[in-house]
Each structure stands twice: as C-alpha cells, then as structure tokens.
C-alpha cells in the first residue's frame, strides 16, 4: 500500500489546538493497526526554535537524534507512542538554508533560483522523505501558522503540487476553523470558516474535510451550510468542542466519525479500533482517587508552555498512581531564605525546572534546602539538578562559594562547569550537549528502583555539567552519584539516600512519558508525594467536572 499523506491547515486564528487534532487522529489510526507518524512544517525563519527564548515559543522540545523541535513534537510522541527525530520538524530557515547551499555549491547549474520552484521543491523533499522511508502507512503533515499569512503560501503550494505528484487518491486535506458563537446574535457563526476556506482554495488548495472548532455543539443546519457553502460533505463536516483535557480529544473526534471518514476517503486498510487502554488512562484523570500538591519552581512559570512536558508527565505518573496532581506554580525569583516556608508549606513534592541563565537560581537553591531539610519529595530536572548539587556543597559540604560557572564565572569552587572536551567544542562554536545519552544506574539506588533496569537512555540540553574534580567531595558529604554516562564519565543522577525521595537528574525524563509508558522516575515522584500527603484520602476526591 502506498503511503498516504493527510495535510492539516489551520484558518481563521491561531492557537487552535492543531497539534492536538493531528495526534488525536494519529492516536485513533494508530489504534486501528495503522503505521502513523506526524511532521511539522513550520513557516518561521529561525532555523529551529532552539535559538528562541521560552516566551517566545514555549519549551524546546528535544528528539532522540538531538533535534530541537517545536512543542508539537511532543504531543505527537505522547499521544503516538512514537519516536520523532529531525526529519519531524521542518522550519523555512532550514529550508532557505539548504537551498542556499546548493545555490552556492553550484547545484542549480546556473538557473536563477527561486520561491517557486526551488523552495517548494525543497519543501516537497522533506515531506516525502518520511514516506519513502517505507516504515509508515500514513503520514500526517501538520503545516503551522493561519491560511492567508504570507509565510505560509511556499508550504500550501508544495502541498498542492504534492497532491497530484502522489495522486490526489493517496492525499487528503484536512482544515481547521473556527466557527465562534455571538452572543449578541446568539448564533454560531459559520462566515469565518466561509471565509478561511476561500483563501485557502485561492492557493489551490480545497479542503475534503473540516473540523470546527467550537464552544457549543454543531447542529445539522449548521452543519449542513458549512458543508454547501465549503463544498464538502455534510459527514465530513467535523465537529471539535471544547475539552476538559487534551486527552479526551481522541475519543471526541472518533464519536464525530474523524477516523472513520479519513480511512473511507483514503481507502486504507484499517482494524476495528482498539482504544482500551486510552479510555482507562482517560477515565483516571477524569475520576482520580487521590490527588497531590507539587510545587513547580521555575522562572517562566507566567508562560507555562515553557514547562509542557513536564507538565504533561505529571498527569502521566498521576494517572499511574490514580492520582491528580495539582500544580503550584512558583516564580523562583521571588523565593528568599526568609518566604520560601511559606511558599511551599503546602507543597507534598518540590520539582525545581531546568532553565538557562542566572536569574531566579538563588530562589531555586532555597526551594532545595527546604525540600531536602524538610524531607519533602524533590525533583530536579537539569538545571534543577545543578541547583540542587550546589546547594548541596554548599550547606552540607560547607564549600560556601560553590557555585555554576554559569551564573558565577569567578566561582572558587565551580562545582557545575563546562568540561574541558565541551570547552573545546564551545571554542569551535559546538553548543550542547543534546539527545540521546546512555545512563548507567547504581545498583541499589532510588533510580535503579525506579527504571528496573541498569542501562537507560535519556535525553540532554545543556551546556554544563557537574565538574568531576569535586566528585569525591559531593560522595564523602553523602551525596549518591547514582547515575553516570559511561562514554564520558558524566554525572547523570544525584541522589540522597537518608531522603525519602530526593532525585536530581542532568537529563530530562519529560520528554520521553508517554500516555501508555508514563516516565518511571514521574511515577515515583507523584507515588512519595502521595505518601507525604499521608491522606491522599477518598474524601479528598473532586468531582470530575472540578478536575483538569
Ligand atoms: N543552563 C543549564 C546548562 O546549560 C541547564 C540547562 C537546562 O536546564 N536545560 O547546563
């Protein structure tokens, strides 16, 4: 069977929720048999969002091949079960920039080269290189940005030209909108949705489906006047209503026939759905038996797309442990030796984020002490990890001017450092160290617990590490260096065993939960806080419209 591509625009505004759209559909043939992966065309200049800073673009999301991508990649991974790399995420700047190449290296023979047809080209070649990949039966392309910006006319044009390339029959096109209710009117509106379709199908490009979103249920007239005025099929008119959680989405659009339609139009081969075990993790996070306080310090707490997956893996180890996990979100700058008490008073688990740069470290120091002194659960993920070593030697190993060359470069005792083969690489103009690294685990440790295993891959974005002079130190204080990267001889877990649960880790375990394999070490993490609760009562249960 050829593979087939399902491309998904996006009218009318952004912020839609085409990612989750994408993955739901993903999720739903995925569970009907079907070899899926999704890809983001994203129409911006930088090159990938690693460069853009966290309120611009919310988190970075890291593959295993190193990739910096775009937050979307995520969801993909979380709702598919799938692995992501480079060839998921493709921006103009990378675009422009291979084309630019091959300018300069003299591919083009001396042609003038151009919008159209070198870049759509290029942009064709991306698309179809998941799919000659032979490893998958449908590709799903999520092209980012509205239909009507100027930045996205290369992507609808390659896709146009994409649809006879491949055969119209192996493609489908998929738009989202937008139909708004006025109040003052008292009606849902469809013109707007009239509207988006029309400037798409001035490119081209007309839609064989359409998902509206919308705060109130579609009724047949409604549907029935998208349909005539959009040129679709009154089935194919789908109807996409608010959620209480992203994970539900799945279950609504196959109730709305989303699945169902697009293995019709495309004529795939598909398996009666086997949803069992989302329906499960569903109903967890909908009736919860328990539920927990995590404080989550950080710097970008305002912008809480900074810390998606994080997120998103506590709702994966609270389902694992039946348990909502509410989230305190708390601003590390304003944490001082003299408020951090009553900051997190009612915190039942302290995770401290990653983050780059100085500011706010002093409060994330402080959110340690109080975590590790008062025995409550903590977490530190990467720079989090850091914060927690330094405090460590500061006020257990009594070396007061510990510090990260990050924040201090005249630090004494520069506990966290860029190593020196990374120094080299930073001279060269080599960044971080990214992707997927091997962690040995110490038998015994909490770690080891957690995974069940010794040898264990995670993924890496920073720049520092802890510096490996001062690793006897760190051991002699009490310190468990529980994890180690056995190429390099990096510290990749800290840990202190006289803590009921205190785990710091270089890595981020974020990115790789997933709803049917939630994070092992976020599974725990929930599990002691749970345990600190000491209730974690029935009677503190919420109903589930209060929940999510
Ligand atoms: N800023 C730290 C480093 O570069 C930590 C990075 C992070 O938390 N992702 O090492």
């Known amino acids: 069977m050829a593979t087939k591509y399902i491309f998904v625009t996006g009218g009318v505004t952004s912020s839609l929720g085409k990612g989750i759209i994408c993955a739901s559909l993903g999720r739903l043939l995925i569970a009907r048999g079907l070899r899926v992966t999704i890809q983001k065309l994203d129409p911006y200049i930088n090159v990938d969002p690693g460069t853009m800073n966290p309120y611009e673009h919310g988190e970075v999301y890291v593959t295993d091949d190193g990739a910096e991508t775009d937050l979307d990649l995520g969801h993909y991974e979380r709702f598919l079960d799938i692995r992501t790399s480079q060839t998921n995420n493709v921006t103009t700047g990378r675009v422009y920039n291979e084309v630019i190449r091959k300018e300069r290296d003299g591919e083009y023979l001396g042609k003038t080269v151009q919008v159209i047809p070198h870049i759509t080209d290029e942009i064709k070649s991306h698309v179809l290189k998941l799919g000659e990949s032979g490893e998958y039966d449908v590709v799903i392309v999520e092209i980012g940005g509205t239909v009507g910006d100027i930045e996205s006319l290369p992507y609808i044009e390659a896709v146009r030209q994409l649809r006879y390339d491949v055969g119209r029959h192996n493609t489908l096109s998929i738009h989202l909108t937008l139909v708004p209710y006025l109040a003052a009117a008292g009606e849902l509106k469809t013109k707007p949705t009239q509207h988006s379709v029309r400037t798409l199908s001035e490119s081209g490009l007309s839609p064989d489906m359409l998902v509206c979103r919308s705060e109130y249920p579609l009724d047949d007239s409604i549907r029935l006047k998208i349909a005539q005025f959009c040129n679709v099929d009154i089935e194919d008119v789908i109807a996409s209503l608010d959620a209480d959680s992203i994970y539900e989405v799945p279950l609504l659009m196959q109730e709305e026939g989303l699945d169902s339609r697009v293995i019709e139009k495309l004529q795939l081969e ?264 000491g209730s974690g009562l029935e009677s503190s249960v919420k109903k589930a419209d209060q929940v999510i």
């Open 270 to 533: 598909a398996e009666e759905p086997n949803l069992e075990l989302w329906i499960r993790f569903v109903e967890k996070i909908k009736y919860p038996k328990y539920k927990v306080r995590i404080a989550l310090v950080g710097k970008y707490v305002e912008h809480r797309d900074a810390y998606k997956s994080i997120v998103e893996a506590l709702i994966h180890g609270g389902a694992a442990n039946d348990c909502q996990v509410d989230i305190e979100w708390i601003q590390s700058d304003f944490v001082t030796r003299d408020n951090v008490e009553k900051k997190l008073a009612e915190a039942d688990g302290i995770l401290v984020a990653p983050g780059f740069g100085d500011r706010g470290i002093e409060g994330k120091v402080e959110a340690v002490r109080f975590a590790r002194e008062k025995m409550i659960p903590f977490f530190g993920i990467c720079l989090g990890m850091q914060c927690s070593v330094v405090e460590y030697a500061r006020n257990v190993c009594g070396e007061k001017e510990a510090d990260s060359t990050e924040f201090n470069k005249k630090s004494s005792y520069p506990i966290i450092d860029v190593m020196p083969e990374q120094k080299e690489l930073l001279d060269t103009g080599g960044t971080m160290r990214l992707g997927k690294y091997a962690c040995k685990l110490e038998a015994g440790s909490r770690a080891y617990q957690a995974y069940g295993e010794e040898l264990i891959w995670e993924r890496h974005r920073h720049r520092y590490e802890v510096n490996n002079r001062y690793r006897k130190d760190l051991e002699k204080g009490g310190m468990v260096l529980a994890g180690i990267n056995p190429e390099r001889d990096l510290v990749e877990i800290v840990e202190i065993p006289e803590h009921p649960w205190f785990i710091g880790v270089q890595f981020h375990p974020e990115l790789k939960s997933t709803v049917s394999k939630p994070h092992p070490l976020f599974v725990c993490f929930v599990e002691k806080a749970l345990e600190k609760a």
